[in-house]
Every structure is written in C-alpha cells, then in structure tokens.
C-alpha cells in the first residue's frame, strides 16, 4: 500500500482499530448495546471509506460503467448481510424497512446530496452526465415497484392471488433478475473508455485497489453481524420505532460506501462516476438485491417477499416518478438535489411515528 498517503494510512490504521473494537464490543460482557450499536456503525462507514477509496484508484483504469457497478455490488454487501442476519433473526420489519430504506436512501437523500455537490463544482451550476443509466435506473425500479404494487392491492382486496404472496413472489423474483442480469450485460458492454493519456495516473496498483474491495467487503459481513445482534436493544434503548431504524438508521449504515464515495466523486467533478456509482446502487438494490433475498430467504426462518406496508408502497412509487423527473434529462441543478433531500426528510419523519 505504498501508494497511500500519510493521512490514508492512518485513516486505514483507525478503521481497523474501530473494526477491532467493535468486534471486542460484539463478544466482550458488560458493554452496553448501545455502544456496541455505535461502535458497528463507525466500523462500517470506515470499510465503506475503504471501499470508495479503492473504487477511485480502481476507477482511474476503467469506464465509469464498469467501476460504477463494480463498486455498488461491493458495496451493498454490507446490506445483504445486513438483512440476511435480520431475518435470521425473526425481525422481519427491519429487513424489509431495510432494503425500502436503503433504496429511498440512495434514490433520494445520497442522490440529492450528489447533485448539490455536482452542481456546486459546475461553472453554470447544472450537474451534467449521461442519461442512459438515470432512465434504465428508473425501469428497473419500476419494475420491481410493480409487482410490490399489485401484492398490496391483492392484499387490499383479498382477492384469491393475495394466498399465493409467496409464490407470486418467487416467480416475480426470478422474473426480476432474468431482466437485470440482460440490462447489466447490455449496459457494461456499451461503456466507454477513457483515453489513457486523459486518465490520471492511479496511486495504486489493481492488485492492491482488488486487495482492499475484497477485504473490506469481507469485514462488512462480520460487521453487519456485529450491527445486528446490536440493533433491538439499542431500538428499545431509545425508544425509536422499527420502522425509523430500517427506513433511516440502518439504510444510512448499510449504504455508507455509497454515502461516501458519491458525494467524493461528485465534489470532484467526477459526474459520470458519480451518477453511475447511486444509479447503480438504487437499480442493485431494487432489481437484484431484493429479489435475491426473497429467493435466499425461503432458507432462513423467516420468508421475505414483495408484500410491503402500504407507505412503503406509495413511497417507492413515488420516488421510481421523482427520480426519474429529475434526472432523466442528463442535468440537475441544486435545487433539484434539495428536493430529493426534502423528500427523503418528509419520508423519515413519517417512519418515526410509524
């Protein structure tokens, strides 16, 4: 890791400090949850620093499709895990405010949070970048949408679909990840190089930039084990509902590595990347992630499918709408990122008096 600054390694140095203790913290007797809770939580945003650093070097050699997509799939195990231990756990509510949080989360507060910083290094102040990805984003979000969308009016109306939720969900699960895994295929194939003389140089090699993903993703899942096992007593400990903990708490948590490095890349002037790094998260999330735990799930004692909460249901379909408005241009002003921010303060508040 030679090519790391000073201050990186240091950083480097604290996040397996903060790793260490929260491990300690996780099998250690007499430490309160809420500590360990803390301790889970700065351990994750230091992986996912971990995780936007070794994106940028690994950026510098490839496409912003290719490194987008690479660095959401990496960075959404954390939420995997995540989910996957919450289920284990019996604690359903988490798991799927969980998953609609982390997709509102990045949808919508990181987006916004990308788009001010994107605009605020723009000479006209308009966040430009290719429009490909916001809409095909935008599909895959309404896809997934639909089928939540006619579980709930089954579920509404009672109607003889709503006693094969299960298998509904099953086959739309399958039916999902046919769909991404074709537009992942098309969408990586349709990349465009960058020049070699216009890159800058990486600081790091690819073995080393590869090294940190992995050992990083890695720590993610012991991590979110860790962040779990810590998660109810700290619920009950200051009285929030299960709610606000997965739509915000534990989808801010779990989306760290996209927090961070979005809002780097934007501020950066790395509008592309940047873009393609949320984008591919959101899309992940909707059209990969969730269905494959609905599938995972039917191993775990507690089953996962497409039947939501009706404001979960109206909130997803009205972010697939807000989203696809404002960045299915190719531009964004700042006003545009204040009001996918205002969105998502609105769709908190509302979580904590679920």
Do not use: C
């Given at each position: ?28 007797g007499g430490v309160s949850h809420v ?50 231990f919450a289920l284990g756990s019996r ?219 009706p404001v979960s249901i109206g909130a ?39």
């Amino acid at each position: 890791m030679g090519g790391l600054t000073r201050g990186e390694r240091a950083a480097l140095a604290g996040v397996t400090i903060a790793t260490a203790l929260a491990g300690v913290a996780r099998y250690a007797g007499g430490v309160s949850h809420v500590l360990a809770f803390a301790l889970a939580t700065i351990a994750l945003a230091g992986l996912a620093w971990i995780v936007s650093l070794a994106t940028e070097q690994a950026g510098l050699r490839f496409g912003p499709a290719v490194t987008g997509f690479l660095q959401s799939t990496l960075g959404n195990l954390p939420e995997f895990f995540v989910v996957l231990f919450a289920l284990g756990s019996r604690q359903l509510i988490v798991a799927q405010t969980a998953i609609v949080g982390s997709i509102l989360v990045n949808a919508l507060l990181v987006l916004g949070l990308v788009i001010v910083a994107g605009a605020r290094r723009a000479p006209d102040s308009v966040m430009r970048f290719s429009r490909r990805l916001p809409n095909d984003t935008a599909t895959l979000l309404l896809l997934a949408t639909f089928i939540i969308v006619l579980i709930g009016l089954t579920d509404a109306s009672q109607g003889a679909a709503s006693r094969h939720t299960k298998s509904i969900s099953i086959v739309g699960a399958v039916a999902i990840l046919i769909t991404y895994f074709i537009w992942a295929r098309q969408y990586l194939r349709s990349d465009e190089q960058v020049a070699a003389a216009e890159r800058e140089q990486p600081r790091l090699s690819t073995t080393a930039a590869v090294a940190l993903l992995l050992v990083a993703g890695g720590a993610s899942a012991f991590v979110s084990d860790w962040f779990v096992d810590a998660l109810v007593p700290t619920i009950d400990a200051l009285h929030i509902s299960q709610a606000f903990a997965g739509l915000v708490i534990v989808a801010i948590a779990g989306n760290a590595v996209e927090n961070v490095t979005g809002i780097v890349m934007a501020d950066k002037g790395r509008s592309d990347l940047a873009i393609s790094v949320v984008k591919n998260s959101v899309a992940q999330i909707a059209a990969f992630l969730y269905p494959l735990l609905v599938l995972v799930s039917q191993l775990t004692v507690t089953s996962l499918t497409f039947a939501l909460a009706p404001v979960s249901i109206g909130a997803l379909f009205g972010t697939a709408l807000i989203v696809w408005q404002i960045t299915g241009d190719g531009e964004a002003t700042p006003f545009e990122g204040v009001a996918l921010i205002a969105t998502y303060v609105i769709l908190a508040t509302v979580a904590a008096f679920e």
